[in-house]
């Protein structure tokens, strides 16, 4: 009996200590899974709510997405400054960051579909637009001011230049006050959208048109006019050269053209100017037309013949006139019909230190040409300075025709 129960109490102490062995082994286990699976958690990433990935910067997907978000953030900013267009091109590299991210993201199966990814779009997409609008209206503004800009450029280029350049003619072409300017001055004032530099453009160049044109140019315009074409008026000129007087008009001409281009009114004035030039410019050129030139110029050149004469006789030394009357002879191959010394004595040509070069004689002479005219001819006769007072042998230089003469007036 005694020994029975001694089995049984063993047992029941294996039995306990048994339990005890596997309770504290299921004890163990138990820590090691929870262990795992705590692990296990902290591998996993964190997203927001919107399913953004926690930050990794070894994550490309991570990388992309904060690259984005903060290119984005910048653009938003940048829009809503004031002066945004001073960060234009910053702006614009940082459109172009969030696109080359956002694109990452796109061909992510893992981020393509969730939410903070469809916002960023949307937001970039937004953002892409407002800058353009942004942008083309800017460019409107600029395009418009920098018109303005030129067109006062122009108006400098007039007040430097003197009318009658060709400068000052090009820059009132180019500002074209009562066409492309009063057009484009229209819609910037129908705008409603005041600009201080423009303003002050505007302002300068209508004063200059509506001021400064009537009251000073146009009255400039007219006595330069009447000045610079006078000579153009004296009969005495004009009938000898009309060709010349002409091209004198048509320079006053094109002071009038230009006068009538800056003239916002016609000008009583400068009319009278234009109709003056016309009405003595239609007149020299019928002169021209109808043969008046022509036989003008015969009966000029026919006086200026008859009046010719071979000069006076100076001095005689027959030497020099034999020297002068060959070489005339030989020069023109006829005979020369009368020789004069012009000189009334030898005169000395010197260098620029007073040392004689040579001394010389002024000959004229008469010659009659194949044709029947009479002709005067001219030489020099000259003897060369040889050192110690000595000049050598004469000879003749310079020969040349002076003008014809009537035949019988080469004795008188």
Not at 23 to 42: D, E, I, P, R
Not at 79 to 108: F, P, T
Not at 312 to 322: F, L, Y
Request: proline share 2%; aromatic share 10%; glycine share 6%.
């Amino acid at each position: 009996m005694i020994k029975v129960m001694k089995t049984k109490y063993v047992l029941l102490i294996v039995l306990l200590l048994a339990g005890t062995t596997s309770q504290a082994q299921f004890g163990k286990l138990k820590a090691k899974l929870k262990s795992k699976t705590s692990k296990s958690k902290k591998v996993k990433s964190k997203r927001s709510k919107d399913g953004e990935p926690e930050y990794d910067p070894n994550n490309k997907v991570s990388q992309a997405q904060r690259s984005a978000k903060q290119a984005l953030s910048f653009v938003e900013k940048g829009l809503q400054k004031k002066n945004w267009e001073a960060s234009s091109r910053g702006i614009k590299k940082d459109l172009q960051k969030a696109r080359k991210n956002l694109d990452v993201l796109k061909g992510e199966d893992s981020e393509n579909n969730r939410k903070y990814y469809k916002n960023y779009e949307a937001r970039y997409a937004q953002f892409k637009n407002t800058f353009a609008t942004k942008m083309q209206a800017y460019g409107e503004k600029k395009a418009v001011e920098n018109y303005f800009v030129e067109a006062h450029r122009n108006l400098r280029v007039m007040n430097d230049e003197f009318y009658t350049k060709k400068a000052f003619g090009e820059a009132a072409k180019r500002l074209d006050y009562k066409g492309e300017f009063a057009k484009k001055k229209a819609s910037y004032q129908a705008s409603n959208k005041p600009n201080a530099r423009i303003d002050k453009y505007v302002k300068a160049i209508d004063e200059f048109y509506n001021n400064a044109v009537p009251k000073e140019y146009i009255p400039a315009m007219v006595k330069y006019i009447d000045k610079e074409t006078k000579s153009a008026f004296d009969k005495k000129k004009w009938e000898w050269r009309p060709q010349d007087a002409l091209k004198t008009l048509a320079k006053g001409k094109k002071v009038v053209e230009i006068g009538k281009m800056l003239s916002l009114k016609p000008s009583s004035e400068l009319k009278a100017s234009e109709n003056k030039l016309e009405a003595h410019r239609k007149m020299i050129q019928e002169y021209i037309d109808s043969g008046k030139y022509e036989a003008y110029k015969a009966k000029v050149k026919q006086k200026r013949i008859d009046e010719k004469r071979v000069n006076k006789v100076g001095m005689r030394n027959p030497q020099a006139e034999a020297i002068a009357k060959n070489a005339l002879a030989k020069k023109f191959g006829v005979p020369v019909l009368r020789i004069a010394i012009g000189s009334v004595r030898w005169d000395v040509k010197k260098n620029n230190v007073g040392v004689p070069l040579y001394k010389y004689l002024y000959v004229e002479g008469a010659i009659k040409k194949k044709d029947g005219n009479c002709h005067v001819v001219v030489a020099w006769v000259r003897r060369s300075y040889e050192g110690g007072g000595r000049y050598g042998a004469m000879f003749a230089a310079d020969l040349r025709e002076d003008g014809q003469i009537n035949c019988a007036n080469i004795y008188k």
